[in-house]
């Protein structure tokens, strides 16, 4: 073959390859925009089953008119920000600023920025997945992931099963972990590792969601639907092996504050709420608080915080220090000495009001410690430890 054959063959195979490349990329190109339209649907499905929790379209229908390409251009990148990009974060704080910035004052204005950015924040919790504030090996563990447990009128409610995946015939103590977050950030993936925890030592135990501001207006519905996890676990407990007079809950900060308010008001109806299994109770039999906010009204701090939480004139109800009576569950009270964000003495004054009502509690202070230590595999293992005196020997 000549030179120039060899040149003309060569170029040839050159430009061919250079199509399958651009073939190659296009195709690329072409699946991950496939993807990314999946995705945006399966985002907009979420927000529009959730919206009567969340008025996120509700107020995107009343507030902005002309939704034109910019628009929808913006809310896309929010969206999937949340949903794909930063889908294992804590909370929109990432995402919602840059939203609020590129939707600017030509498409809401004044007040009701405010409104529908608290409405894009809802949306942004929706999407958000979170994650583990610690690993546990999951192996021996038997997980169902995304269990509804809650069906209120606004939104369903879902869970996290852990269970040992070896069990024997006698049912098993079921602890319910609740996450913190100021009643406002978190999913119940950030106490998935505690749950895993306890499964790996033989019990079950769940994760929840609850409500969250600022989607609702007082904490009662936060509690209504950790009520409402106890009630699914004793209407389900034949199914999954799960004894239902050991059942306990762990929680830290906000959590830390629905476990004690499950410890002290299983007689309260007023907090029961439409969760549903309402044949069923939703008292549990030993609880666990890491840095416990008690909303004591007869102190100044203690009115103070609930202030600053707009518990309102709700105090009453949702203040664990004002239910104890000598029926409140066992409770174990885990605080940092210098926590600054809920101070040491919430966990004292409920001590001495456990104490002098007759009932059982425990008070672990933590020397030195801040607000956020409980996310370790050794501040799950003070809990279990408490569990276990509690729930066993079984005779």
Known sequence: MSIRSRLRAASFCFGIALITAAVIVLSFGACFA???????AEAMEIIETTDPYTHFITLEDELIADQDAEYLAAREVYLLGNYVTNRLDQNPRQT?????QAIGEKFVEGADKGRFSDAAWNVGMMLLEDHPSFDVPLEGLDIRKGIVFAENPELEMELDLFLPAERGESPIPCIVCIHGGGWRVHRRAWFNGHAAYFASKGYAAVSIDY???PAIETPIPCV???KAAVRWI???ADKYGIDPNRIGA????AGAHLTAMLAVSSDVRELEGQGGNADYSSAIQAGVGYATPVFNATTESGRAAAQ????????????PYANVDENSAPLLLIHGT?????PFENSVEMHAKYQSVGADSELMPLEGKGHVFYTTEEAASWAFDFFQSRFEPVE
């Open 34 to 40: 496939d993807e990314q339209t999946d995705q945006l």
């Open 224 to 226: 209504e639907d950790c």
């Open 338 to 342: 210098n926590d600054s964000t809920v």
């Open 308 to 319: 600053r939480w707009n518990f309102g004139d709700n105090l009453k109800l949702v203040s």
């Open 250 to 253: 762990v929680g830290g900060s």
């Open 234 to 236: 004793r209407a389900n």
């Open 96 to 100: 919602l600023p840059a939203f609020m």
């Open 211 to 213: 409500r969250m501001f």
